[in-house]
């Protein structure tokens, strides 16, 4: 299974992004599927995850700014992520879980002032 997230760039503050995720190689759909990110000389982070129901959960950090959804046939998940600030640049990554974790590779998000 591999989960491969794009849509990461240079944007100013107050600018939008999306990221996506896509999946290949599962034969099931995640019971949940998430946005984590990683600042440099910080802990990764959860930014928002969504269940196969539609449940979602944000950070406190992003809630009112990014918004989190999931196409269940595809096994893909977004992240609409706006009002960017400078303090959300960091990698980010998808997760989905589904018994264990998977992970995608990261995908930078640079967000200038």
């Known amino acids: 299974v591999q989960l491969q997230a794009s849509g990461g760039g240079l944007v100013q503050a107050g600018g939008s992004l999306r990221l996506s995720c896509t999946t290949s190689?599962?034969?099931?759909?995640?019971?949940?599927m998430g946005w984590y990110r990683q600042a440099p000389g910080k802990q990764r982070e959860l930014v928002a995850y969504i269940s196969k129901y539609a449940s979602t959960n944000y950070a406190d950090s992003v809630k009112g700014r990014f918004t989190i959804s999931r196409d269940n046939a595809e096994n893909t998940v977004f992240l609409q992520m706006n009002s960017l600030k400078p303090e959300d640049t960091a990698v980010y990554y998808c997760?989905?879980?589904?018994?264990?974790?998977?992970w995608g590779q990261g995908t930078q998000v640079t967000v200038s002032s």
């Open positions: 190689g599962s034969s099931f759909s995640f019971n949940l």
């Open positions: 997760n989905g879980r589904y018994i264990i974790d998977y």
